[in-house]
């Protein structure tokens, strides 16, 4: 569990600041703690052959971003 002051304090950084911060923790992952199964690979063959065969019946984060809050109480 990552320490509730740490996390404050993230909150104080501005947007750029915490992207770099992202970024930075990224970086210490090696690929074996990163790894994607092969399940996952799968299902991520399998939007993107519906992606490419549908085009039109995709939305844009935005839209779905807005779908989303919608949703919530």
Known sequence: M????????????????RLELISAVWETLSPEETAVTEEEK????????????????????????ARLHRLLP
Do not use: G, Y
């Open 42 to 65: 799968a299902m991520l063959d399998a939007r993107i052959q519906d992606l490419e065969a549908n085009p039109a019946a995709q939305s844009p984060w935005p839209e779905v971003q």
């Open 2 to 17: 990552v320490d509730t002051a740490l996390i404050t304090k993230v909150k104080t950084l501005s947007a750029t600041d």
